[in-house]
């Protein structure tokens, strides 16, 4: 109920106030209503646009710093940069480096680590979003994102001293009863921790609450009226999960995938520290050593003095920025296929 405000004008002695009520307030034409709302519309799409131009030229600006900053030194290698498993660049004038093993040794590291991870964050996932009561989901969901907040270097820490010892006994076991499969024979290492397989362990742990929150939250937008349908035909809690909630978060499920392997790719620290080096090739087994794109880097920087030797490791960068580039695309292309599909 809107309020009068209320004035009194004055008047002659012994006589009553006399009540004169207030103006309303005029209202606001259409017209300038409407240019006033253009006007914040024009101001909000110059704001977007300007932030997503934004994002491309940094992103193009640092791919065109990597190629700048490596063709020198590309020009000056003497081994094939793409099959040659060495990478020495002690001597400025004799440059000598390739990307083989390190491609192999980040590839082998992140797949396996994908491999361990996607399986365990789906069933998190779907329990999470299906089996746990609200009193337990909520809880768990968050110890489980915490798991992201933990630094890399403890991860690493963690790693080498606590897991390697732990899963020695598994890797020592598969190298003598499976090391008839080229995954599990015998390495360039002469022990079995520290290896790609304890590293893969290790960035499975890392991506995991990734995964999971990713597709936790795919799953939870199923459209109830394909759950009450499944139900309603009399369908277990199984089967709703397989014809509605997977089919329905199949692509947000690879997109978080994707997600975490470029996260495996572009690790540090942890594999830094967890994967022994290795001065001997890649035998293409999980119980090899040596070094990742992101691990040689880091091992190095302190000896970023001289152009040439420098803009060798600045070209191993470009590759991964490209790798991840090419993770990304392909997990957009297997998403928006799941979704056209």
Same mark, same amino acid.
């Given at each position: 109920?809107?309020?009068?405000? %209320?004035?009194?004008?004055?008047?002659?002695?012994?006589?009553? $106030?006399?009540?004169?009520?207030?103006?309303?307030?005029?209202? %606001?034409?259409?017209?300038?209503?409407?240019?006033?709302?253009?006007? =914040? %519309?024009?101001?909000?799409?110059?704001?977007?646009? =300007?932030?997503?131009?934004?994002? &491309?030229?940094?992103?193009?600006?640092? =791919?065109?710093?990597?190629?700048?900053?490596?063709?020198?030194?590309?020009?000056?290698?003497?081994?094939?940069?793409?099959?040659?498993? %060495?990478?020495?660049?002690?001597?400025?004038?004799?440059?000598?480096?390739?990307?083989?093993?390190?491609?192999?040794?980040?590839?082998?590291?992140? &797949?396996?680590?994908?491999?361990?991870?996607?399986?365990?964050?789906?069933? &998190?996932?779907?329990?999470?979003?299906?089996? *746990?009561?609200?009193?337990?989901?909520?809880?768990?969901?968050?110890?489980?994102?915490?798991?992201?907040? &933990?630094?890399?270097?403890?991860?690493?820490?963690?790693?080498?001293?606590?897991?390697?010892?732990?899963?020695?006994?598994?890797?020592?076991?598969?190298?003598? $009863?499976?090391? !008839?499969?080229?995954?599990?024979?015998?390495?360039?290492?002469?022990?079995?921790?520290?290896?790609?397989?304890?590293? +893969?362990?290790?960035?499975?742990?890392?991506?995991?609450?990734?995964?999971?929150?990713?597709?936790?939250?795919?799953?939870?937008?199923?459209?109830?009226?394909?759950?009450?349908?499944?139900?309603?035909?009399?369908?277990?809690? !199984?089967?709703?999960?397989?014809?509605?909630?997977?089919?329905?978060?199949?692509?947000?499920?690879? *997109? +978080?995938?994707?997600?975490?392997?470029?996260?495996?790719?572009?690790?540090?620290?942890?594999?830094? #520290?967890? #994967?022994? *080096?290795?001065?001997?090739?890649?035998?293409?087994?999980?119980? $090899?050593?040596?070094?990742?794109?992101?691990?040689?880097?880091?091992?190095?920087?302190?000896?970023?003095?001289?152009?040439?030797?420098?803009?060798?490791?600045?070209?191993?960068?470009?590759?991964?920025?490209?790798?991840?580039?090419?993770?990304?695309?392909?997990?957009?292309?297997?998403?928006?296929?799941?979704?056209?599909?």
């Amino acid at each position: 109920m809107s309020e009068r405000i %209320e004035q009194r004008a004055p008047g002659s002695e012994g006589e009553e $106030d006399q009540i004169v009520p207030s103006p309303s307030p005029v209202p %606001e034409p259409p017209e300038r209503k409407a240019r006033s709302s253009r006007r =914040g %519309e024009s101001v909000f799409r110059f704001l977007a646009s =300007g932030s997503g131009v934004l994002v &491309v030229a940094a992103v193009a600006l640092i =791919g065109l710093f990597l190629l700048i900053q490596a063709v020198p030194s590309l020009m000056a290698n003497n081994a094939n940069f793409f099959t040659s498993p %060495e990478f020495s660049t002690g001597d400025e004038n004799n440059l000598s480096f390739g990307i083989r093993d390190l491609f192999l040794v980040t590839v082998f590291s992140s &797949v396996f680590a994908l491999v361990l991870a996607m399986p365990v964050a789906l069933g &998190v996932a779907l329990f999470l979003t299906n089996y *746990a009561p609200r009193q337990l989901s909520r809880p768990f969901a968050y110890v489980v994102d915490l798991l992201a907040a &933990v630094p890399s270097i403890i991860y690493g820490l963690w790693g080498i001293l606590v897991l390697a010892p732990a899963i020695e006994p598994i890797a020592r076991w598969l190298n003598t $009863d499976l090391g !008839w499969i080229f995954l599990f024979r015998t390495g360039n290492l002469p022990v079995l921790s520290g290896t790609i397989f304890t590293g +893969g362990v290790v960035l499975a742990v890392m991506i995991l609450p990734i995964i999971t929150a990713v597709s936790r939250e795919v799953f939870a937008q199923t459209p109830r009226f394909q759950i009450e349908a499944a139900k309603a035909l009399g369908a277990t809690r !199984w089967e709703v999960i397989r014809m509605a909630t997977l089919p329905y978060g199949r692509s947000g499920y690879i *997109a +978080g995938s994707m997600l975490g392997l470029g996260r495996a790719l572009g690790e540090t620290i942890a594999v830094l #520290i967890v #994967i022994r *080096a290795s001065t001997s090739p890649m035998t293409f087994s999980l119980f $090899d050593g040596g070094y990742t794109f992101a691990s040689l880097i880091a091992s190095a920087a302190s000896e970023f003095s001289q152009p040439l030797p420098t803009g060798a490791y600045i070209s191993a960068g470009l590759v991964l920025f490209v790798l991840t580039f090419v993770v990304n695309a392909l997990a957009r292309v297997i998403a928006g296929g799941k979704v056209n599909g």
